[in-house]
């Protein structure tokens, strides 16, 4: 990334790249819910198998197709678990680099609150020299 390109991801006048930032570490937390949620999901379908073979046992012809069933849903609960685990190690991968660029932001702020709290100053200490020089000339 070059220079200038830096610059912009750091530098916040506007607060446009504190609610970038923001918005990209919600969309983030949501994604990572949302695998935690399908992978929830496909074990309380695996319970609701079981459940709803023990109320109505009918429901499979017989105990080694249940077997197979079961065993499927093991497997396919498998390859979900890990897939989930992959994705959420990047998605938590990019959460903090999307933090690291918005604290990087937000330690900036605080400079530039003193150079506007300075320059203020400055001015107000002019203002209060020029009230001052008014009201002795008033005095006299």
């Given amino acids: 990334m070059d220079d ?7 530098f916040d006048d506007s607060f446009e790249l504190s609610k970038y930032y923001f918005t990209l570490l919600q969309l983030l937390r949501i994604s990572s819910e949302w695998i935690d949620e399908a ?16 109320k109505s046992p009918m429901m499979v012809p017989n105990e080694s197709e249940w077997h197979k069933v079961l065993k499927n849903c093991d497997v396919v609960s498998l390859v979900l678990e890990e897939s989930a685990g992959e994705i959420k190690s990047r998605v938590n991968r990019k959460t903090e680099e999307v933090k690291s660029l918005r604290d990087g932001v937000r330690t900036l ?3 530039c609150v003193v150079g506007i ?3 203020l100053m400055i001015h107000s200490s002019s203002l209060m020299q020029l009230l001052c020089a008014k009201r002795q000339r008033e005095w006299r």
């Fill in 4 to 10: 200038a390109a830096m610059e912009k991801l750091m």
């Fill in 39 to 54: 992978v929830g999901s496909f074990k309380a379908l695996k319970t609701a198998l079981i459940d709803r073979r023990s």
């Fill in 109 to 111: 702020s605080p400079v």
């Fill in 117 to 119: 709290l300075t320059t």
